[in-house]
């Protein structure tokens, strides 16, 4: 299985884990390594983001997604 993610940030006991899709169209399928990696862990604690090309950030159940213009917000 070959995934992997972009960035993990640490926080704590808490890790923020950031994806970066070059695409201008969110999508739900962007956070599938988030999961899959958090299940394989068995850490769910953290923060899910995904950067992308677009320009509107939006908060999903699965995290945030970030317009590239954003990622200060992380």
Request: hydrophobic share 30%; aromatic share 8%; net charge positive.
């Amino acid at each position: 299985n070959n995934k992997a993610i972009d960035f993990v940030i640490p926080k704590g006991i808490d890790l923020d884990m950031v994806e970066v899709k070059m695409s201008s169209t969110a999508s739900e399928s962007h956070f599938s390594n988030i999961h899959s990696y958090r299940k394989a862990m068995k850490n769910d604690s953290g923060n899910n983001y995904v950067i992308y090309t677009g320009n509107d950030n939006q908060r999903r159940s699965n995290g945030t997604i970030l317009s590239w213009r954003n990622i200060d917000n992380i």
